[in-house]
């Protein structure tokens, strides 16, 4: 120790030594990427530059950016460690870690899903995005390849990522066909038809088509489905239109009430009578200006010159 000398000042010597103080929050986001954001607060000569990535700066040399703002951010892209380090102006440094893992989808053909994968803090739940397939409903995640929807009590829709994982997901055809239906009304001496003009079906393809006159049951096990795509109406009363796929979901049954009308010319010269199946609710104008030989000319039955068409009947 020196001597004390009378009137001598003594000048403390400060070194800073001490490391910044940093805090890094991430995102859970459903996202292909989370962000980080470091705040980072230094009492000495203040923080000048910082890091993110995924090398280790104790162990390797990286690269800093320099910025004395204190709060920076990040994108955390991939399944690894990353680091997040702070240095001060006398060059200590701080250096904090966290482990991320990745979601991958297993999705076959067809199949969409977006974010098209998940990059998620270690430990971390997220609730998994819907898939969409054209024509199918999704039911549900599982941790196998092409699931049984028999197993449905094992899919998921939230799941805690402990480690990079794949993800399958379960679909089934249970959307039924659209069909367009034209039931053409008919008229004096020309049935109604029937058609179908447009099926839509994405799923398993359609598997056939039923006109007739037996009301298909809720799975059309007692009709018998075929490629006819059009029909002649040939018998009164109700006639059914429907559609099965080839996973068995039918769809909606439209139905249409056609009823016979007999036009009896009674030995007209100009004029056949005839019979033909009309749309109920139908109105026809009956044929004029009939001639039969050594009569005069009249009405048809009651004196009408139409008829709308509500039930089987002959004039």
Do not use: H, R
Not at 175 to 194: D, E, H, K, R
Not at 236 to 258: M, P
């Amino acid at each position: 120790m020196d001597n004390l000398i009378d009137s001598q000042t003594y000048y403390a010597q400060w070194i800073d030594d001490i490391k910044p103080a940093l805090s890094v929050q991430v995102t859970a986001n459903v996202a292909s990427k989370q962000t980080a954001t470091i705040t980072a607060t230094d009492a000495g000569t203040g923080v000048a530059a910082y890091y993110i990535g995924k090398q280790n700066p104790a162990t390797t040399s990286v690269n800093f950016t320099n910025s004395a703002s204190g709060t920076y951010t990040g994108s955390i892209t991939s399944d690894s460690t990353w680091y997040f380090a702070v240095k001060d102006a006398a060059g200590n440094m701080q250096v904090s870690s966290k482990d991320f893992c990745k979601v991958m989808f297993g999705l076959a053909s067809g199949e969409t899903i977006s974010p098209s994968t998940i990059v998620i803090e270690k430990g971390k739940q997220v609730t998994l995005p819907n898939p969409s397939k054209a024509g199918y409903s999704f039911k549900g995640w599982s941790n196998v390849q092409n699931p049984d929807i028999a197993n449905i009590s094992t899919f998921f829709t939230k799941v805690k990522v402990d480690n990079s994982m794949t993800v399958y997901p379960c679909f089934v055809d249970d959307i039924a066909p659209v069909l367009t239906v034209n039931a053409a009304t008919g008229g004096i001496g020309s049935s109604g038809t029937i058609s179908i003009t447009n099926a839509t079906e994405q799923g398993s393809g359609i598997a056939g088509y039923y006109i007739g006159q037996t009301k298909p049951n809720a799975s059309g096990s007692n009709v018998t489905f075929g490629t006819t795509t059009s029909v002649t109406v040939n018998n009164s009363g109700a006639w059914y239109v429907v559609a099965k796929d080839k996973a068995g979901n039918l769809s909606g049954v439209q139905s249409f009430v056609y009823y016979q009308l007999t036009l009896n010319a009674d030995g007209a010269t100009n004029y056949t009578s005839n019979s033909a199946f009309i749309k109920s609710g139908t109105t026809v104008a009956l044929p004029t200006g009939l001639t039969k030989t050594g009569y005069k000319a009249d009405t048809w039955t009651g004196g009408i010159s139409s008829i709308t068409v509500s039930g089987n009947g002959s004039l």
